[in-house]
């Protein structure tokens, strides 16, 4: 059931030598690619990683994070801002409609939103081929204003445009040993009401 590979995920940081096939990385980014859009703009694009000197590069930026150089691959997600002009959704006029309406600061925050759902998809499709995942969001960025001279010089490598920010980066690979650790998350009553706060459901 959904609910119980919900449960079980967790980030791992720990990674086996194994190698993941080929099949089952296309099946994740598959499921990136599958996951909602808002007027189907899907404003986000996908980085598969697999060499060790790109791993290396994408830890630095990530100061320094060693799981990220140690994972079999990574997957660079990045939220194409740009996306919103692309899809020339001129038919509505609604600023509250119509992220491309809102400036740069609110098509910024919904690209983002929009990237999130994408790697959801992505790590549960993991989990659910045995691959563990860790999702990465400390890292220079033009959000985060860390290292410029670094983020820009990674985006050249990688080859994204100006409207293209890396927003995350998802690790995958094999848990090096399993441990069983406990999921910690507030109780249901703490974070779900009915009709207002403070009513329990």
């Known amino acids: 059931m959904m609910l119980d590979l919900i449960k079980n995920r967790k980030s791992v940081r720990n990674y086996s030598n194994k190698h993941i096939p080929d099949e089952d990385l296309r099946k994740i980014l598959e499921a990136g690619r599958l996951a909602p859009s808002w007027m189907n703009v899907q404003s986000w694009k996908f980085v598969l990683i697999k060499s060790q000197e790109n791993k290396d590069l994408l830890s630095e930026l990530s100061i320094g994070q060693a799981h990220v150089k140690n994972a079999d691959a990574l997957i660079v997600c990045v939220a194409d801002t740009g996306a919103w002009d692309e899809a ?94 406990k999921k910690i998350r507030k109780d249901f009553d703490e974070v779900v009401f009915l009709e207002k706060i403070g009513n329990r459901f």
């Open 88 to 181: 020339k959704i001129t038919h509505i006029q609604k600023p509250a409609l119509n992220p491309a309406l809102q400036g740069e600061n609110g098509i910024l925050i919904r690209t983002m939103e929009q990237v999130v759902y994408a790697i959801s998809y992505m790590m549960l499709e993991a989990e659910s081929l045995g691959i563990r995942s860790c999702i990465i969001g400390a890292l220079a960025n033009e959000i985060t204003g860390i290292s410029p001279d670094l983020s820009k010089t990674v985006k050249e490598k990688l080859n994204l445009n100006e409207n293209q920010i890396i927003s995350s980066i998802i690790t995958l690979g094999y848990e090096a040993e399993h441990t069983e650790t």
